[in-house]
């Protein structure tokens, strides 16, 4: 990263006209792991003619430069999205649609069951709701495509009928472009991956940790925790990860989970332990916000992802359903130092090939604005529609998509029937 770019980045803050109001460090105590973490209050796009700044943004690394550019980058990533050119946008059916488009079938929603919950306010996405089509760039063939503004902005409210929630999945920023490209399709095969495992309760191979992970586990992280790591590498061949973190500071027992996909599984690994790091500070802020919170058994009351990060925090009573992942014995071992072989854009054809493959589409959008690109970066939206995406309302899981239940029986697993899938809420951030 350019000194340019950080003091380009650094202009973004401004309590009148910055993409972000305000930046605080966030405090670290001796318990906590050797990392710098950063929060912000965002700008109120709406001002600005865009639509509400959804969500909270952060960043962490291990050094200040990292650490700064970082909660930056997913500022301007969640900034992006918040503006769309209406002009662009299509109101139609699918039916009636004179483009090329994304047939409904072809997108990861919910099962059939799902919709019997009157409280849900989305419908089946059929051929015949009318909804607002955008276009995107199909890197399997290069053709523009037409797809629901749903799908990739955030927030997106101008359709009056729902067919999905808004998420965040596929969205990436970084001063470079094809990092940026590259991070949102590894975080659409990551949220697929983690889906897969949480909802069907899938038991994959347990990575040993092995010295050389330890060592660099003792280098950022007090002695006591424990952690665990999976290959949740399926059916799409590009290094996926899951890991979780036992551990206990001044605010308790806590247990925090990440995972990520990267083009070897040493950089994969290390972005987990980061991911997993991250948490750690993120709780005691959730828990000091909402001290109050005592989560029952009605999970259907989770909202949001800051529910769900510190749900087991609060419900430690129910932490014997990770047992099952804790006793497995590791039996894997990778190269925590793996050189990358291949060239960004090497990497991007070569998983984009690995998803035409299997006759997926790999859609993009450019989402930059103005304002993001003068401070050097670029924001990009990648969806992958057969792709499982993450939730963070527990009534709008993704219980529908068709890999939900093909992949672990295709990967030598019991494939659990939507009915006996896992009804834990998932432990993600």
């Known amino acids: 990263m350019s000194e340019s770019t950080l003091v380009n980045g650094l202009k973004t803050i401004s309590n009148e006209l910055g993409l972000l109001y305000h930046i605080v460090k966030m405090p670290r105590l001796n318990g906590d792991p050797k990392m710098i973490s950063y929060g912000i209050w965002p700008a109120d796009t709406k001002y600005l003619g865009g639509e509400k700044f959804g969500g909270r943004s952060s960043g962490c690394g291990y050094v200040w430069d990292d650490a700064i550019l970082g909660t930056i980058g997913e500022t301007v990533e969640r900034y992006a999205p918040a503006f769309h050119n209406i002009e662009e946008g299509i109101k139609s059916t699918y039916r009636n649609l004179d483009k090329k488009a994304i047939h409904p079938d072809e997108f990861a929603l919910f099962h059939e069951k799902q919709y019997e919950d009157p409280r849900l306010n989305v419908q089946p996405f059929t051929e015949d709701i009318p909804l607002t089509w955008f276009p995107m760039k199909d890197l399997?063939?290069?053709?523009?495509?037409?797809?629901?503004?749903?799908?990739?902005?955030?927030?997106?409210?101008?359709?009056?009928?729902?067919?999905?929630?808004?998420?965040?999945?596929?969205?990436?920023?970084?001063?470079?472009?094809?990092?940026?490209?590259?991070?949102?399709?590894?975080?659409?095969?990551?949220?697929?991956?983690?889906?897969?495992?949480?909802?069907?309760?899938?038991?994959?191979?347990?990575?040993?940790?092995?010295?050389?992970?330890?060592?660099?586990?003792?280098?950022?992280?007090?002695?006591?925790?424990?952690?665990?790591?999976?290959?949740?590498?399926?059916?799409?061949?590009?290094?996926?990860?899951?890991?979780?973190?036992?551990?206990?500071?001044?605010?308790?027992?806590?247990?925090?989970?990440?995972?990520?996909?990267?083009?070897?599984?040493?950089?994969?690994?290390?972005?987990?332990?980061?991911?997993?790091?991250?948490?750690?500070?993120?709780?005691?802020?959730?828990?000091?916000?909402?001290?109050?919170?005592?989560?029952?058994?009605?999970?259907?009351?989770?909202?949001?992802?800051?529910?769900?990060?510190?749900f087991y925090v609060k419900r430690q009573d129910l932490w014997h359903i990770f047992d099952k992942w804790k006793d497995t014995e590791p039996s894997k071992v990778i190269d925590l130092h793996e050189p990358q072989v291949l060239s960004d854009q090497e990497t991007i054809r070569h998983i984009v090939g690995l998803l035409k493959e299997k006759n997926y589409n790999v859609l993009f959008k450019d989402l930059t604005t103005p304002d993001i690109r003068q401070i050097g970066f670029y924001s990009i939206k990648v969806f992958v529609p057969q792709l499982i995406p993450l939730s963070g309302a527990y009534p709008l899981y993704y219980n529908g998509g068709k890999r939900l239940y093909s992949v672990p029986e295709k990967m030598g697993f019991t494939a659990h029937d939507y009915d006996n899938l896992n009804k834990y809420p998932h432990p993600f951030p």
């Open 140 to 310: 399997t063939n290069g053709e523009t495509c037409y797809v629901p503004g749903q799908f990739i902005y955030m927030p997106f409210t101008r359709d009056e009928n729902w067919v999905s929630i808004n998420t965040s999945t596929g969205l990436a920023a970084h001063s470079n472009y094809y990092k940026a490209i590259l991070n949102g399709l590894y975080e659409v095969i990551e949220r697929d991956s983690f889906v897969i495992t949480w909802m069907q309760k899938l038991i994959p191979k347990k990575i040993k940790i092995t010295r050389e992970i330890q060592n660099y586990l003792d280098a950022y992280y007090p002695p006591h925790f424990e952690w665990h790591f999976f290959d949740v590498t399926y059916d799409i061949k590009v290094p996926t990860i899951l890991g979780f973190c036992i551990g206990e500071t001044e605010y308790g027992k806590f247990i925090a989970f990440g995972s990520s996909t990267r083009i070897s599984y040493g950089a994969s690994l290390k972005k987990v332990i980061q991911e997993i790091g991250q948490t750690i500070p993120y709780f005691r802020f959730l828990l000091g916000e909402r001290k109050d919170w005592n989560p029952d058994d009605d999970y259907s009351k989770l909202m949001d992802f800051e529910e769900h990060s510190i």
